[in-house]
């Protein structure tokens, strides 16, 4: 949605409809609001913010009804929240790093960045910061930029933009996977596809370079599968629009 109004609004929409199926004869017929998480007035640790109403599928139609009990859920995030979610999904895809898991396998200092930036994003739409971050907004803006001079975490959005436009222009008939070679420091990028049957070499030519570049942090190596890469343009049609604006956002808060 355009900003947190008319998440606010739509959310009532949705609560309205469900008190109107409950009090009716389809009550046991459509599918009910059985859970709603408000993670706008509670934020996660991680930074993420949003509304999920989590529906229970109901239907007295023979053909439909072995779906019945299933879960449906519905997210509902303004358009700084979905630009948040959209620059997490593609650091996980291209660093491996597990930073919407549960379990957190990632690196401090990006959990860390990404949080603050969840903060920052909900003091500009002027609601609850997320938890464990600084009540102090300068306090948050010199850790944020202090983070961001140690990982250069925008060089890498960058780069990995360019990555996803340039898979776009390569997608060789036959290819399963890619292995990306990265030079932030350089503006560089080396493309490696790879068919179904080759995905053993790919692993292990991708750990000899990996290894080749072990002693400069700033080279980035990737293998990611055709399928990743696809998973996020359908789950992010506006991808180049969401990274830049995440970019720019950061830039707005650390000068």
């Known amino acids: 949605m355009r900003d947190i109004r008319q998440v606010i609004d739509l959310t009532k929409v949705y609560e309205q409809a469900d008190l109107k199926i409950r009090r009716s004869k389809k009550r046991n ?9 408000d993670y706008i007035t509670q934020p996660k640790e991680d930074g993420y913010r949003g509304i999920h109403l989590v529906y229970k599928y109901q239907s007295d139609s023979a053909k439909r009804k072995c779906f019945n009990g299933q879960r449906i859920e519905i997210q509902i995030r303004s358009k700084l929240q979905h630009v948040w979610a959209t620059a997490v999904e593609t650091a996980q895809i291209f660093t491996g790093q597990a930073l919407k898991s549960k379990i957190k396998s990632a690196k401090e200092s990006w959990l860390r960045f990404f949080a603050l930036m969840g903060s920052a994003m909900a003091d500009w739409e002027k609601q609850k910061i997320v938890p464990g971050t600084s009540d102090n907004k300068e306090n948050r803006i010199l850790e944020l930029r202090e983070i961001e001079r140690q990982e250069s975490i925008l060089s890498d959005l960058g780069t990995w933009n360019a ?49 080749a570049y072990e002693d400069d942090p700033r080279v980035q190596v990737v293998l990611v599968s055709v399928d ?9 049609p506006n991808y180049y629009a969401d990274t830049t604006e995440f970019i720019k956002a950061v830039e707005r808060e650390i000068s």
């Open 29 to 37: 017929k459509r599918p009910i609001l059985s859970k709603k998480y």
């Open 163 to 211: 990555a996803i436009e340039q898979l776009g222009s390569t997608r060789l008939q036959g290819a399963h996977a890619f292995l990306l070679k990265l030079d932030p420091t350089k503006g560089q990028l080396e493309v490696i596809a790879f068919s179904i049957d080759q995905l053993m070499k790919a692993q292990e030519q991708y750990m000899e370079v990996e290894k």
């Open 228 to 236: 990743s890469i696809d998973a996020l343009r359908r789950a992010y």
